[in-house]
């Protein structure tokens, strides 16, 4: 990442007393920014620890007379000019603009705004809308949206908002216009800055899960009912504050102009807030690994189709053992559970075909045929894979791949059947997902079977071309 210089003056870090001259390096496009302290020095070489390697905040002043704060700085390098100075580099997450603290304590907020490229039509609204079709002299249409409320509690409030830009100038050739959507926190105490981008960042990968496609963050702003501008007569204005941060990717902003269809998206805005996504926030952090597990293929497309499988393999058996049965008695437990409610007669099947080589430990095997037979509710498409054997399939060639046992070799799936073994698992993993976020049975059942019908009609195809005789 290139940054480029911009601004030059004098930092005061906290605890110390002196100012150190310094330049301010910025790339606010993928938030790169780096202070260089650059502290004179003609004598013998100073010690590494001159200055700190991790400082919270350093305030500063520009030659022009700006005012800045710099948040969570840690030292990224030093150099030692002989005779001339020690340079001191700090990579920073966030730069406020504008204003600067004399307490750590003081650096903190009441509300954040930060923007989400790419999620508009997740979001299912805008402010531009058709008009009626005997209005004959408007081509679009002006309607202000409102703040939508996705989660609230004693704590926090967090909603989803949409702007949009209104031309001034009209007398040109083009015109353009402009939709940005925004997650906006508003926390009933002060908080600091990574308090907020701590509930951003578990909301924007639950967008990423709904999508199917990696976000990144981009303009900042935050605001106190300490940080104001004062008129006459007393009278005070909230004074929003711009932040400059560090928590830019580089992802694509293709999938915000290109038409999504209903079951491209695990769920929208309107549907998440039909279900009873309360029940996530208490769950969320046993549920970290198996999100991380399914993000790492968001974010990682150009992946072997072996590592995408293993991913979605471990996320499955991780979620079975953290949210269903994590011992062998919870599972032997659990079993006796299952079969109670099943018809005598395939009682011993599914005894078997649940506990069928676990003994002293749950298999992978045991896991995924548990999570396979969803507590008799849903009937999952395995295509060609015959139910009974899919688990013993998925776990042999998950052996073969991570230990590279060759006795497996001819077991394993290969091709073809690993991609389409590979989106059977992850309609499962989805399945579950959905329930953990509070939706209705109903809408589960159906969104899965969306999801997966794209796949079903595609080997359909391949099946039927291969089946033809074209002479």
């Known amino acids: 990442m290139k940054v480029s210089l911009s601004a030059t003056g004098f930092w005061k870090i906290k605890d110390l007393e002196k100012e150190y001259p310094g330049d301010l ?6 938030g790169g920014i780096v202070l260089y302290i650059r502290i004179p020095n003609n004598g013998p070489i100073m010690s590494f620890l001159e ?8 305030t500063g002043t520009t030659i022009n007379g700006a005012q800045i704060t710099l948040v969570d700085c840690i030292r990224i390098s030093t150099e030692s000019r002989i005779g001339s100075e020690e340079v001191f580099g700090y990579q920073v997450k966030f730069m406020l603009d504008g204003v600067t603290f004399n307490k750590e304590e003081n650096i903190s907020f009441t509300k954040m705004k930060i923007s989400v490229p790419g999620i508009i039509q997740w979001g299912d609204i805008s402010n531009y809308v058709r008009p009626d079709l005997d209005n004959k002299r408007t081509l679009i249409g002006l309607e202000t949206t409102e ?3 996705i989660y609230a509690c004693e704590e926090y409030s967090l909603l989803y908002y949409l702007t949009f830009s209104a031309p001034f ?9 402009k939709q940005i959507p925004y997650l906006v926190i508003e926390s009933r105490t002060f908080q600091p800055l990574e308090w907020f981008m701590r509930i951003a960042s578990q909301m924007k990968r639950l967008i990423e899960i709904a999508i199917g496609n990696p976000l990144g963050f981009d303009s900042m702003i935050v605001e106190s009912p300490e940080i104001y501008y004062e008129f006459e007569e007393g009278e005070k204005i909230s004074k929003s504050l711009k932040v400059i941060h560090s928590f830019k990717q580089n992802t694509s902003r ?6 999504m269809l209903k079951h491209d998206y695990l769920f929208n805005l309107s549907e998440l807030r039909k279900a009873e996504f309360s029940q996530w926030q208490e769950i969320s952090t046993i549920m970290e690994p198996i999100i991380e597990l399914y993000i790492d293929s968001l974010y990682n497309k150009n992946l072997s189709v072996s590592r995408h499988f293993l991913n979605m393999v471990q996320a499955l058996e991780t979620y079975h053992s953290r949210r269903i049965a994590y011992s062998f008695d919870d599972f032997k437990e659990r079993v006796v559970q299952l079969l109670e409610i099943r018809p005598e007669p395939f009682r011993e099947q599914d005894n078997n075909f649940l506990l069928g080589g676990s003994y002293k430990f749950v298999t992978l095997r045991s896991r995924l045929a548990d999570l396979l037979l969803a507590n008799f509710t849903f009937y999952f498409h395995t295509g060609d894979f015959k139910l009974t054997d899919f688990p013993q399939v998925i776990a042999s060639t998950r052996n073969y791949y991570t230990h590279y046992n060759q006795k497996l ?3 394993a799936l290969k091709g073809a059947d690993l991609i389409n073994a590979y989106y059977i698992l992850r309609n499962i993993l989805e399945f579950y997902l959905l329930k953990e976020l509070g939706f209705k049975e109903e809408f589960i059942h159906e969104r899965i079977r969306e999801r997966i ?3 079903v009609i595609s080997n359909d195809i391949k099946k039927a071309d291969k089946n033809r005789n074209y002479e």
């Open 169 to 177: 100038q009209l007398m040109k050739e083009e015109i353009n216009l």
């Open 409 to 411: 070799e001819e077991k």
């Open 147 to 149: 703040p939508i409320e």
């Open 25 to 30: 390096y910025l790339n606010e496009d993928d």
């Open 51 to 58: 200055l700190p390697l991790e400082i919270k905040f350093i």
């Open 453 to 455: 019908r794209p796949i």
């Open 254 to 259: 293709d999938n915000s102009s290109k038409q």
